[in-house]
C-alpha cells in the first residue's frame, strides 16, 4: 500500500488492529511506520478519543530522501500448521488457479439475484441508521451487514457473488439461524462492514454556548475548573464508503485469534470484490480448520472424561480403603483385649484348680462372659457376617 493508506489506517484503529489484519506483530508495524517516516497515535491517545478528550492528529511529513513512498508488508505463515490444513490449503490453491475456476466479476449486474442478496438488500433499505449513518441487518434468511446506506447496492452485488461463488463449490448455506456458509460440515460466519470515516466536528450554536459558559466559569473559578477540555467532540464519524468482508469460525470467542478466517479491505489498488479467489480459498482452509479444532475438543473432552472417571474410581476406593481400614483396627483392637482379658484370667488362675475360683465366683463369671463375647465376635464366621450386613465390600475387586 501506499504510505500515506498505511499514516490513514494507523490513525483510524490501533496499531495492534492494523497488525492483526495483516497477520504480524505490532512492533513490526511501528518499526515500519519508523522506517517510512509515519507518525503513530501516541499513549493514551484511542483511551482520550473514546471518551471525547481533546486530541491531536500528528500529521504526516513528507517524504525524505531515501524513503519510499510505497510500503510492503511481508507476513509469513505459521510453521506450526497442521499438516491436513496445510494440504487443504494447498489443494484448494491449485483448484482457483486453474481456468475455469477463476472468479471473474462481470460489469453488467445479474439479471437475478441471489434470494439471499436480495433479501439483505430489501432488509437494508428498510432498515434506520443510527447516529453515526450506519444501518445494519442480520438473523434468518439475510446476511450479516453494517454499511452506509449509500454502499447497499453494491454490498448486495457482493454478497450475490459471494453466495454464488461458494455453491458453485460445493458449499452449503444455512440462513434458519444466523447466516452461516457450511464448508465440510463446519459453519463459518460471513460478514460485511463498512469502514468508518471521520470529519472535523463543526459545534453547533448551542454547544458554543455551553463551552463559553464552561470558559467563563474557567476564568472565574480556575482552581475549581482546570481542565480545558471542549464540551463537544473533536471528530464526527460516518461511513467511508470502503467496505470489509470477513469470515470466522463462530463456535470461538471473538477474543481468540483464531477465531478470523480471513478479512479483506478495500485498498487504493484492490477492492473487496477482486479478493473473491482469495476468500473461496479461505473457505476450504477455514472449514479444515474448524475440523480439526472440533477434533482436538473431542480429544481434550475424551481424555477429561477419562480422567475424571479415573479420578472417582480412585476416590470410591479411597474412600473403601477407609472403611475396610476402620473395619480391621477396630477388630484388632478388639484382639488385643482378648488377649489382655486372657492374660488376666490365667494370672488368676481360671482354669484350674485354684481356691480363688470359689472365693471370687462374680469375677470368673464376669471374665468368661467377656472372653465367651470377644471370641465369637473374632471369629471369621461372625467378621464374614458383619460384612455382609455392614455392605463394607459390597463393590468387587475393591482392592
Request: aromatic share 6%; glycine share 6%.
Amino acid at each position: 500500500m501506499k504510505r500515506a493508506e498505511l499514516y490513514a489506517l494507523v490513525w483510524e484503529k490501533p496499531v495492534t488492529h492494523v497488525a492483526k489484519e495483516f497477520g504480524i506483530s505490532d512492533v513490526a508495524v511501528r518499526k515500519i511506520c519508523i522506517k517510512h517516516g509515519i507518525p503513530t497515535p501516541p499513549m493514551g491517545y484511542w483511551a482520550k478519543l473514546q471518551h471525547g478528550k481533546r486530541v491531536v492528529q500528528t500529521p504526516l511529513p513528507p517524504l525524505k530522501p531515501g524513503q519510499a513512498d510505497r510500503v510492503v508488508f511481508h507476513a509469513h505463515p505459521k510453521p506450526d500448521l497442521p499438516p491436513e490444513i496445510a494440504e487443504t490449503h494447498r489443494i484448494a490453491v491449485q483448484e482457483e488457479a486453474q481456468d475455469g475456476n477463476r472468479i471473474s466479476i462481470p460489469s453488467e449486474p445479474p439479471t437475478r439475484l441471489h434470494p439471499l442478496a436480495a433479501a439483505t438488500g430489501k432488509a437494508l433499505r428498510n432498515a434506520k441508521a443510527d447516529a453515526e449513518g450506519f444501518i445494519a441487518c442480520s438473523g434468518a434468511g439475510r446476511f450479516d451487514a453494517t454499511v452506509g446506506r449509500a454502499s447497499i447496492d453494491r454490498v448486495v452485488l457482493l454478497i450475490h457473488w459471494v453466495l454464488r461463488a461458494a455453491v458453485e463449490r460445493g458449499h452449503q448455506l444455512s440462513a434458519d439461524g444466523d447466516f452461516r456458509i457450511v464448508v465440510d460440515e463446519q459453519p463459518l460466519a460471513v460478514r460485511i462492514y463498512e469502514t468508518k470515516g471521520k470529519k472535523s466536528h463543526v459545534p453547533t450554536p448551542a454547544e458554543l454556548k455551553r463551552q463559553a459558559e464552561q470558559d467563563e466559569w474557567r476564568k472565574k473559578y480556575p482552581d475549581y475548573y482546570r481542565s480545558d477540555r471542549t464540551l463537544y467532540p473533536t471528530w464526527d464519524y460516518c461511513p467511508s464508503g470502503r467496505l470489509a468482508l470477513e469470515i470466522s469460525d463462530p463456535r470461538l470467542s471473538g477474543w481468540q485469534s483464531n477465531s478470523i478466517v480471513g478479512r479483506w479491505y478495500d485498498r487504493s489498488t484492490r477492492r473487496v470484490e477482486d479478493y473473491l479467489t482469495e476468500m473461496m480459498i479461505a473457505l476450504k482452509t477455514g472449514g479444515a480448520t474448524a475440523r480439526h479444532l472440533r477434533a482436538q475438543e473431542a480429544e481434550a473432552a475424551r481424555l477429561a472424561k477419562e480422567a475424571a472417571e479415573r479420578h472417582r474410581e480412585n476416590e470410591r476406593q479411597r474412600r473403601l480403603l477407609e472403611k475396610v481400614t476402620a473395619f480391621l483396627m477396630e477388630k484388632a483392637d478388639k484382639h488385643a483385649q482378648l488377649v489382655k482379658l486372657e492374660n488376666l484370667a490365667a494370672h488368676l488362675g481360671m482354669g484350674s484348680a485354684c481356691p480363688s475360683a470359689d472365693k471370687h465366683p462374680e469375677l470368673h463369671r464376669a471374665i468368661e462372659f467377656v472372653l465367651v463375647n470377644l471370641r465369637n465376635g473374632l471369629s471369621a464366621d461372625a467378621m464374614n457376617e458383619e460384612i455382609n450386613r455392614a455392605r463394607i465390600l459390597h463393590i468387587e475387586s475393591w482392592w
